[in-house]
């Protein structure tokens, strides 16, 4: 199944790429200033380190929100290996893109996206884009959206076979990030599956489902391609079943 976005998924978390990009900016003109003014070489090479370290940082970052993340979402759900009538919810949907590549597996399913729409932790983040890339993808039949918080989600319990999160949950401020998680489990059915992906708490994520009697807890790496700027920020994913 194609990987290749046709829609416009944004950029996660925006000011962090710019602010990358300025550092490097400056440093690149600290450096010119340097070799203009015969500093020492060591600093000299000091700012040209940066330099690159910080350009290379932003379009490592870059790389991930626009392509990178997509590619991962699609080989992940592709091993879950859905039968296509499922009911699948995306914690934190922002503009849709775990939530259209999950529809697209979807013939005879449903895929119901939450989210509270903050365009601080996704540029031009909206209920009425999120449809537009629904559509643009052609699965807007099969998707609901719901403006909802994760800590008190609008369903009943076992509602879905699979729920699925991608950089939203380290969003909730503190202890409420685990409230996310009993309310991720309540929602889905015996024997249906969690995925949720990370780049911060996902050990806690994972210990939070073990206390809750989650079955089959795992924790890995997703690689460079979710890397938002470096290995220092790459991006994990915690699997569960609930028991049966």
Request: charge should be positive; glycine fraction near 10%; include cysteine.
């Amino acid at each position: 199944m194609t990987t290749e976005p046709r829609a416009d998924y944004g950029v996660d978390a925006p000011y962090a790429p710019f602010s990358m990009i300025l550092m490097g900016v400056i440093f690149a003109i600290l450096f010119v200033i340097s070799l203009l003014f015969h500093w020492p070489a060591a600093l000299t090479i000091w700012w040209a380190v940066w330099t690159v370290g910080m350009l290379a940082m932003a379009a490592s970052y870059l790389y991930t929100t626009r392509r990178g993340k997509v590619r991962v979402w699609a080989a992940l759900l592709d091993q879950l290996a859905l039968r296509g009538d499922e009911k699948v919810v995306d914690l934190g949907c922002g503009r849709g893109m775990v939530l259209v590549q999950a529809a697209k597996r979807l013939p005879t399913g449903q895929a119901v996206g939450v989210d509270l729409w903050r365009t601080v932790d996704q540029s031009g983040n909206s209920e009425e884009v999120t449809a537009q890339n629904a559509t643009a993808e052609g699965v807007r039949d099969r998707i609901e959206l719901r403006t909802g918080d994760m800590t008190e989600l609008p369903f009943p319990d076992a509602s879905f076979d699979l729920v699925v999160s991608s950089l939203a949950i380290h969003n909730i401020p503190g202890k409420s990030r685990l409230t996310a998680i009993d309310e991720a489990l309540r929602v889905v059915r015996p024997g249906g599956q969690l995925a949720i992906a990370d780049f911060r708490h996902v050990r806690a994520y994972a210990n939070r489902l073990r206390e809750l009697g989650a079955n089959d807890v795992r924790v890995r790496g997703l690689g460079w391609r979710f890397w938002y700027g470096g290995p220092w920020t790459g991006t994990s994913l915690v699997t569960a079943t609930r028991p049966a």
